[in-house]
T-cell receptor, first 112, second 115 residues
Framework: QKEVEQNSGPLSVPEGAIASLNCTYS??????FFWYRQYSGKSPELIMS????GDKEDGRFTAQLNKASQYVSLLIRDSQPSDSATYLC????????????FGTGTKLQVIP | DVKVTQSSRYLVKRTGEKVFLECVQD?????MFWYRQDPGLGLRLIYF???????EKGDIPEGYSVSREKKERFSLILESASTSQTSMYLC??????????????FGQGTRLTVV
């Protein structure tokens, strides 16, 4: 069974701090990695995608991928109360069709 | 903007009923998915479809079936609803076999309660 693991949290950070969210996955051949944000009672929405090793930055968000360690992370700089949500890591495993497997999510709380 | 629309936001059904959940997308996406989301278990894939009339089982297909007669529409069917199927159901769509980008766009979700 191919798996995606996340710490469920909650992760609490003060406003203005850096929030670091982590995700590990079991399939070494995985190629595509995604971070989704889900507000309470809402659907997930894509905030970052990353396909190659290293960092990818988009505004206050940075995704980091290390395929050798099978590890992907999301950094949120200058965290705001509006960033409080559950963050889902998703991985497209090697082979098969275009479907992704989601982790259970990490709940982030940004304290004003 | 991509729009994925689910037919109901909230639904209450009785045990043993046949339940239909409908999903429509307007971006000509090849792939469509049905997930259920439960606290502590995350999003789990029930079924997906990569083309009209084509379907593949996901991780938890038992007790469910699907139908895709038109590209834009993907239906989830609970053959005989049980209380264990009380959950949030999310439909999603994505582009087909084009590169590595498999970004999924989600509908607003259907909160199904089986009593």
């Amino acid at each position: 069974q191919k798996e995606v693991e996340q710490n469920s949290g909650p992760l609490s950070v003060p406003e203005g701090a850096i929030a670091s969210l982590n995700c590990t996955y079991s399939d070494r051949g995985s190629q595509s990695f995604f971070w989704y944000r889900q507000y309470s009672g809402k659907s997930p929405e894509l905030i970052m995608s990353i396909y190659s090793n290293g960092d990818k930055e988009d505004g206050r968000f940075t995704a980091q991928l290390n395929k050798a360690s099978q590890y992907v992370s999301l950094l949120i700089r200058d965290s705001q109360p509006s960033d409080s949500a559950t963050y889902l890591c998703a991985v497209k495993f090697s082979g098969g069709y275009q479907k992704v497997t989601f982790g259970t999510g990490t709940k982030l709380q940004v304290i004003p | 903007d991509v729009k994925v629309t689910q037919s109901s936001r909230y639904l209450v059904k009785r045990t043993g009923e046949k339940v239909f959940l409908e999903c429509v997308q307007d971006m000509d996406h090849e792939n469509m998915f049905w997930y259920r989301q439960d606290p502590g278990l995350g999003l789990r894939l029930i079924y997906f479809s990569y083309d009209v009339k084509m379907k593949e089982k996901g991780d938890i297909p038992e007790g469910y079936s699907v139908s895709r007669e038109k590209k834009e529409r993907f239906s989830l069917i609970l053959e005989s609803a049980s209380t264990s199927q009380t959950s949030m159901y999310l439909c999603a769509s994505s582009l087909g076999f084009t590169g590595w980008n498999t970004e999924a766009f989600f509908g607003q979700g259907t909160r199904l309660t089986v009593v």
